[in-house]
């Protein structure tokens, strides 16, 4: 997400403002945007920053709007055309409610107890914390005759990127990615200015670091991780023993990945129930017969009665139940009448589809 909304605030900073590099910019925030969601809010980043730094005369304003104008128009050419890649193939409707519709609801989800109140009650943080990020926005309009303009951009970037790392109010640390062009301009500032701003810098900065501490983001800790990996690429510690280090889950995944891969085709589709199934999936390098790949996805958007109607409609070669999974009774039928138990790995049930 991040290499495309940097390529495009990239351009829009360094490169001559024609038809070309704008489409261009644009192009990359729409991919970007495709890929996260949230990445929407580095689109008018580099368009506030052109409102307040050029002068205000008619001829200025005119030059920013066509500017915007297409920007926008390529920011919309990578959504069109998946737009229509998905329509061509009969899936428009769905991928439209995956894509967009769900993520409306993706912003309260964090707080389920608000889902019965009202519009204004159940959004009034997410109003709160736009009315923060514009009145920073606002201010920094107005003294921008005595900022810089590093300061002015990494102002306005940091307000839009807290507001969208705030968005959901998930404490994912990965979401902090997207703050961190802004905070490096500015801890820039802070490090080689002998300026007002080496001071005034420590504002935006304080925002930067009471966002995780007040929403409690998660922390994982990563020099076992590193260590580890030392060890093995050093020939200390066996393949199997570096495995278990991350979880008693990851060794018995790969154990699984290797039978997909010796006893199937790539064309054939596999389905596995399990909290670690989009790990086995990558490992082996086969897909679902149908579009979940998460069985949160399954408890979220669909049920385990409607996933048996499509597996027993397209039937995958392979079945894997593993034993941590949630109890999944409605697929016992399907397994009776056309699977054959073929092997266990750690408990981990492999059905075979009888032919």
Excluded: C
């Excluded at 997410?126 to 303009?149: C, D, E, H, N």
């Amino acid at each position: 997400m991040m290499v495309f909304s940097l390529g495009g605030i990239y351009i829009l900073l360094s490169k001559k403002l024609n038809i070309r590099n704008l489409l261009s910019a644009g192009l990359l925030f729409g991919i970007s945007s495709l890929t996260k969601v949230p990445a929407i809010f580095d689109l008018p980043v580099v368009i506030l920053f052109w409102i307040i730094t050029t002068g205000f005369n008619k001829d200025n304003l005119i030059k920013i709007i066509k500017n915007s104008f297409y920007v926008a128009i390529g920011f919309l050419i990578p959504i069109v055309l998946s737009l229509a890649w998905y329509g061509a193939s009969g899936h428009s409707g769905d991928y439209i409610k995956a894509a967009f519709m769900q993520n409306v609801g993706y912003v309260s989800s964090w707080r389920p107890s608000d889902v019965q109140k009202s519009f204004l009650v159940r959004n009034a943080p997410l109003l709160i914390r736009f009315l923060i990020a514009s009145f920073g926005i606002i201010i920094t309009f107005v003294f921008r005759k005595k900022l810089s303009k590093p300061f002015i951009l990494a102002s306005v970037w940091l307000m839009l990127s807290l507001f969208a790392v705030t968005l959901s109010e998930r404490p994912y640390p990965h979401y902090l990615l997207q703050s961190v062009g802004p905070i490096v301009i500015l801890l820039g500032i802070l490090l080689t200015q002998k300026t007002v701003e080496q001071s005034l810098v420590v504002i935006p900065l304080l925002f930067a670091f009471f966002i995780p501490v007040y929403y409690k983001f998660w922390y994982y800790p990563t020099s076992l991780y590193y260590l580890r990996f030392i060890k093995y690429a050093a020939g200390v510690s066996s393949k199997e023993k570096y495995l278990s280090g991350f979880n008693k889950y990851t060794q018995r995944d790969y154990q699984i990945a290797d039978f997909l891969i010796s006893s199937s085709y790539k064309k054939d589709k596999v389905f596995v129930w399990g909290p670690d199934s989009p790990t086995v999936y990558a490992l082996a390098r086969r897909i679902p017969p149908i579009k979940y790949v998460a069985d949160y996805h399954v408890f979220d958007y669909s049920s385990k009665g409607e996933v048996v109607k499509m597996l027993s409609a397209n039937k995958p070669r392979f079945i894997i139940i593993t034993p941590e999974a949630k109890p999944f009774l409605e697929i016992t039928s399907l397994l009776r009448q056309n699977y054959l138990l073929v092997n266990r790995i750690d408990d981990a049930e492999i059905w075979s589809l009888i032919h």
